[in-house]
């Protein structure tokens, strides 16, 4: 048989192909028909050429959600019709990141549509332990949005957010108003900070107690006002130095900050202003096994994905998907391509 595959073959061209496919899962892997894909922040830098781990042509996509077709000879968790979303993160199993339990910084790492095929296709094989089942009640569109909010979840876990602790989240996007979503369903009083006021209406719409457009107003005096002497969680959600060290400053004695983007340049911060305070600085890395937890907050309505669609194109009109969704970059949160 043939199927359709949107290949990235130069930076901001995408050609959509027919190739061959023959659903012939090896025993421990699934055969899903991809129904919804979400571009993500990733998606958008490598369709745009600046990651250099990533070798063209290539088919993007990770957050996706499909409908299983086929399953090999040895998988007794799936069956021909389950709806499922898929964890991207594959990892090795045998480092000692992975022995510890941490695959998601295991030292060969990749990720499914950048580092390897993505779901941008009619048709993908995966192993069966990365797909997790979804309630029927939940869109497949909805349900793509899955991985993100797997990435803000491991955010708070890591975080160890509380009820009744204050927090600050920097940047409305995608991971930023899943991380709120995220911090207002444990009980956490957020402030969200942006440039574009319509994502800061949705962060507000989402919970967030507070939020301020730092174009127009002085963000550290925002945040004093809201929780005077400084947060308890702070998150970058932009991912560049200066804006993590911005998180460093507005921080309360004995807060967590979570530290989440690839910015490479060299953060300007003192050890005192860490050692004073006694901070937790906090690393988090994509997902590590958070996939249960978001189904479940999807199937008990405690987040709303469907909420921070912004944009929905067929995958004959990815190309422009993609361009449209960099020329808009103040009210586009998620483009979904749908099957």
Not at 186 to 198: C, T, W, Y
Not at 243 to 272: C, H, N, Y
Request: proline residues 6%; charged residues 20%.
């Amino acid at each position: 048989m043939r199927m359709r595959a949107a290949k990235l073959v130069a930076p901001k061209k995408i050609e959509v192909v027919e190739i061959p496919f023959e659903p012939n899962p090896s025993p421990r892997e699934v055969v899903v028909q991809v129904k919804a894909v979400g571009i993500c922040g990733t998606d958008l830098h490598v369709f745009q050429g600046e990651r250099k781990d990533v070798e063209l042509p290539r088919v993007m996509g990770h957050e996706l959600s499909g409908i299983v077709t086929c399953v090999g000879k040895d998988v007794t968790d799936f069956s021909e019709g389950d709806r499922v979303v898929l964890d991207p993160v594959f990892a090795c199993g045998e480092c000692r990141a992975c022995r510890k339990g941490h695959p998601n910084v295991c030292a060969k790492v990749c990720c499914f549509g950048v580092q390897m095929e993505g779901g941008f296709q009619d048709y993908i094989s995966v192993p069966a332990h990365r797909l997790y089942k979804i309630p029927d009640q939940i869109s497949m569109v909805d349900a793509a949005l899955a991985e993100p909010f797997s990435v803000a979840a491991n955010i708070v876990t890591r975080m160890a957010a509380d009820a009744g602790e204050t927090a600050v989240v920097i940047g409305a996007g995608t991971i930023g108003l899943a991380v709120t979503q995220a911090l207002v369903g444990m009980g956490a009083k957020v402030l969200v900070s942006d440039i574009a006021e319509e994502k800061l209406q949705m962060a507000k719409a989402f919970g967030a107690c507070q939020t301020v457009n730092s174009k127009k107003e002085d963000l550290a005096a925002a945040v004093e006002l809201f929780t005077p002497g400084g947060a308890d969680i702070l998150v970058d959600a932009v991912g560049i130095t200066p804006l993590t060290e911005l998180t460093l400053a507005l921080a309360a004695p004995a807060a967590r900050v979570a530290v989440i983007g690839f910015d490479e340049k060299t953060m300007q911060v003192s050890p005192v202003s860490i050692t004073k305070r006694e901070l937790t600085i906090v690393g988090s890395r994509m997902n590590n096994g958070q996939f249960p937890k978001v189904i479940r907050w999807l199937d008990e309505g405690k987040i709303d994905p469907h909420a921070m669609i912004t944009g929905i194109y067929p995958l004959e009109e990815i190309e422009q998907a993609f361009e449209a969704t960099l020329a808009h970059p103040e009210t586009c949160v998620k483009t979904i391509i749908t099957f």
